[in-house]
């Protein structure tokens, strides 16, 4: 039996398109809430090791290719520290799985 | 519709939000995961959805740490006293009834010393849209008890009153729209001030948002995202319902939603 990701893929696979996206993080803005590792549903971002001028964990991007352009750590961040930007588009197929 | 509908290409190091923003003021004094920086950027999408005229606009908050957010939007704004908050937001709007007021409020803005001058306002039934953020305590005074403090919370000064119900307050003073969110539900929050935004009745939107430094040592609960998660997992959306039930009980849960809103299309 199929699994529930590989019918989505035989639906959508015929010209159906999904946003690639680039994230930007102001690191020194940042103070550490962890809230856009938590939330994003790809697992781009991981806390770094560093600190930055304030002594906070900043998030970096670990997985640059799963990232969608959803927005959603631009619209969770309360220090106004990250967002996305739209790259290019690319076939659904494509996208990469995330391991839970 | 789309979230990011209004939202212009940026290249550099600029954030989207920025010319909204009064840069050199930030990062700002909240504590690292406060709501209310959630509740200031979701406000911040609402208007670059909407393409707002920025001097048809006011911005008022009063005290605390709610008070700053007037200092930090790059808008016209007012930092006003404590006991004066609604009284100064009605007198503007009377003045210029062409723009759009919005209130930020608080805790002690609301009940200890502002209520009289809310329950005139909704008398009067002025065009002004409240956003109440609720923290549920008094957050500078550290452990005192508040008109709002859940049923037998830990806290000095124990007292077995049941809470304060701030949406059943509004209903009845006469507001016009009534709703009540948690930071993490911003899109439900942005849709809310649309609403109230392009209605122009008097409107209020209650946010209850975690105090992640106070409460975090009488609690235990962790660090932010845990508190702010616990709170969004204990809401239940429950929209209609009747205001009576709204008061924060102990061992009901959190319920969220669109209350009321009598110019409903």
Same mark, same amino acid.
């Given at each position: 039996?199929?699994?529930?990701?590989?019918?989505? /893929?035989? *639906?959508?696979?015929?010209?159906?398109?999904?946003?690639?996206?680039? *994230?930007?993080?102001?690191?020194?803005?940042?103070?550490?809430?962890?809230?856009?590792?938590?939330?994003?549903?790809?697992? *781009? +971002?991981? +806390?770094?090791?560093?600190?930055?001028?304030?002594?906070?964990?900043?998030? /970096?991007?670990?997985?640059?290719?799963?990232?969608?352009?959803?927005?959603?750590?631009?619209? +969770?961040?309360?220090?106004?520290?990250?967002?996305?930007?739209?790259?290019?588009?690319?076939? *659904?197929?494509? +996208?990469?799985?995330?391991?839970? | 519709?789309? %979230?990011?509908?209004?939202?212009?290409?940026?290249?550099?190091?600029?954030?989207?939000?920025?010319?909204?923003?009064?840069?050199?003021?930030?990062?700002?004094?909240?504590?690292?995961?406060?709501?209310?920086?959630?509740?200031?950027? #979701?406000?911040?999408?609402?208007?670059? $959805?909407?393409? %707002?005229?920025?001097?048809?606009?006011?911005?008022?908050?009063?005290?605390?740490?709610?008070?700053?957010?007037?200092?930090?939007?790059?808008?016209?704004?007012?930092?006003?006293?404590?006991?004066?908050?609604?009284?100064?937001?009605?007198?503007?709007?009377?003045?210029?009834?062409?723009?759009?007021?919005?209130? %930020?409020?608080?805790?002690?803005?609301?009940?200890?010393?502002?209520?009289?001058?809310?329950?005139?306002?909704?008398?009067?039934?002025?065009?002004?849209?409240?956003?109440?953020?609720?923290?549920?305590? $008094?957050?500078? #005074?550290?452990?005192?008890?508040?008109?709002?403090?859940?049923?037998?919370?830990?806290?000095?000064?124990?007292?077995?009153?049941?809470?304060?119900?701030?949406?059943?307050?509004?209903?009845?003073?006469?507001?016009? $729209?009534?709703?009540?969110?948690?930071?993490?539900?911003?899109?439900?929050?942005?849709?809310?001030?649309?609403?109230?935004?392009?209605?122009?009745?008097?409107?209020?939107?209650?946010?209850?948002?975690?105090?992640?430094?106070?409460?975090?040592?009488?609690?235990?609960?962790?660090?932010?995202?845990?508190?702010?998660?616990?709170?969004?997992? %204990?809401?239940?959306?429950?929209?209609?319902?009747?205001?009576?039930?709204?008061?924060?009980?102990?061992?009901?849960?959190?319920?969220?939603?669109?209350?009321?809103?009598?110019?409903?299309?």
């Amino acid at each position: 039996m199929e699994s529930k990701r590989e019918e989505k /893929v035989k *639906v959508f696979s015929s010209g159906m398109k999904v946003a690639r996206g680039e *994230v930007e993080v102001m690191r020194d803005r940042c103070k550490g809430c962890g809230f856009c590792v938590t939330y994003c549903p790809m697992g *781009v +971002l991981e +806390l770094s090791e560093e600190y930055n001028v304030k002594g906070y964990h900043f998030p /970096v991007v670990k997985d640059e290719a799963s990232c969608i352009n959803c927005g959603l750590c631009e619209m +969770l961040c309360p220090d106004f520290a990250i967002w996305s930007l739209l790259k290019e588009e690319r076939p *659904v197929i494509e +996208l990469p799985r995330r391991d839970e | 519709m789309s %979230f990011r509908a209004g939202m212009s290409k940026v290249t550099g190091d600029i954030h989207p939000s920025d010319s909204y923003l009064r840069v050199d003021a930030i990062p700002s004094v909240w504590c690292s995961g406060c709501g209310i920086g959630l509740v200031v950027h #979701t406000f911040i999408q609402t208007l670059k $959805y909407l393409r %707002f005229d920025l001097n048809k606009l006011c911005v008022v908050s009063g005290l605390g740490c709610t008070g700053k957010i007037a200092e930090y939007l790059n808008l016209p704004s007012f930092i006003t006293t404590n006991s004066n908050l609604f009284e100064y937001a009605g007198q503007l709007k009377s003045k210029n009834a062409g723009s759009k007021i919005i209130v %930020f409020s608080n805790n002690a803005d609301f009940l200890v010393s502002g209520a009289k001058d809310f329950i005139e306002i909704g008398k009067k039934n002025i065009d002004l849209t409240v956003i109440h953020i609720n923290n549920i305590i $008094y957050t500078i #005074t550290e452990n005192g008890i508040f008109p709002n403090t859940p049923f037998r919370r830990m806290v000095t000064g124990q007292s077995d009153e049941l809470p304060f119900n701030i949406p059943h307050l509004a209903k009845s003073c006469g507001a016009q $729209y009534v709703a009540r969110w948690t930071p993490l539900r911003a899109g439900w929050l942005m849709y809310s001030i649309i609403d109230t935004i392009l209605k122009g009745n008097f409107s209020v939107i209650e946010v209850v948002s975690p105090c992640v430094t106070y409460y975090a040592n009488r609690d235990q609960m962790g660090d932010a995202v845990e508190r702010m998660a616990f709170y969004d997992h %204990f809401a239940i959306m429950k929209p209609g319902e009747s205001t009576e039930n709204l008061d924060l009980r102990a061992h009901d849960r959190l319920i969220i939603g669109k209350f009321l809103d009598k110019d409903e299309i």
